[in-house]
């Protein structure tokens, strides 16, 4: 890794794979918003970039703080981080976090104007929390809080904050649709933490892998997965939306197949699908907006 080009470390601690976790819950809440007939792209694209940062952002308070707690040790059997492998300072570290949650909050500023006060208090919630989930006195992902955070913020937020800010209302197909992404980003974080739990314990990082265990954690991941699909399933049933919504079911095969890798991987044997969740996720929502979209045509 000490080969790279500058550019290629920030890439690296960016964490492009994990970014699936902010673009997709955005795509849907666009989607499904056109489909209702309420497409603004301003709003739209304001809404992806803002989750893009502030994913970014997220990302890099983790490379800093995580290098700051000791979870970034030796041992460490996930990808390189940027701080633990002295490609950057924590101190410039901790600045890019800064820069891109900063950008984050001017792109927001519009949205506010936009969407009025339900999207200030997701925006100031979704930027505390970025730094909260690492650092602070209590940080959400050491005392087994980062499954919620990702939950409400990756999913219910994302998709109907968006949703939100191009039609100004929030029906109940598009909470369920936020659940379902939101559902599939956790299982991302589910892989990480299953994957990192030995020298998690031992920098007293208490992710639910850590508290309840390894078999706890593969059902939580496919019980996640399960909940993602079944919530599509039972709003067609229910009448609720168009059944073209369960284009989204095409992904099961493939998340079928990640999660039976998961139940029989463990440590470095798992990098490789955590990149599998998030394309579980980011096809699950591209084939829902697409099903939302051929619905209403």
Not at 94 to 117: E, K, M, N, Q, T
Request: charged share 10%; aromatic share 8%.
């Amino acid at each position: 890794m000490s080969g790279l080009s500058r550019a290629q470390m920030w890439l690296n601690a960016a964490r492009p794979k994990t970014l699936a976790a902010g673009a997709a819950p955005v795509a849907a809440g666009t989607a499904i918003a056109a489909a209702d007939g309420a497409l603004q792209w301003a709003p739209a694209c304001a809404c992806m970039a803002g989750s893009i940062l502030i994913q970014i952002g997220c990302n890099f308070a983790n490379d800093y703080f995580d290098h700051k707690k000791g979870a970034d040790t030796a041992d460490r059997v996930g990808p390189a981080r940027a701080v633990a492998q002295g490609w950057v300072t924590p101190r410039t570290m901790a600045l890019a976090s800064g820069l891109s949650l900063l950008l984050a909050f001017a792109v927001g500023l519009y949205l506010i104007h936009v969407g009025g006060w339900p999207i200030l208090a997701i925006g100031i919630a979704s930027l505390i929390c970025a730094v909260a989930y690492t650092g602070g006195p209590m940080p959400l992902a050491y005392v087994g809080l980062g499954d919620l955070f990702v939950l409400i913020f990756f999913g219910l937020a994302a998709v109907v904050g968006t949703y939100w800010v191009q039609h100004l209302s929030a029906p109940l197909h598009i909470w369920i649709a936020g659940a379902s992404l939101g559902l599939l980003a956790t299982a991302i974080l589910v892989v990480n933490n299953l994957r990192d739990r030995h020298t998690d314990m031992l920098a007293s990082k208490r992710t639910l892998a850590v508290r309840f265990g390894a078999t706890a954690a593969r059902w939580e991941y496919t019980l996640l997965q399960v909940g993602a699909f079944g919530a599509v399933g039972a709003l067609v049933l229910l009448e609720s939306v168009s059944p073209w919504w369960m284009l989204s079911w095409l992904v099961i095969p493939l998340a079928i197949r990640e999660n039976r890798a998961i139940w029989t991987k463990d440590g470095t044997d798992l990098n490789p699908h955590l990149g599998g969740a998030a394309r579980v996720e980011l096809l699950f929502g591209l084939l829902l907006s697409a099903g939302a979209l051929i619905g209403c045509s």
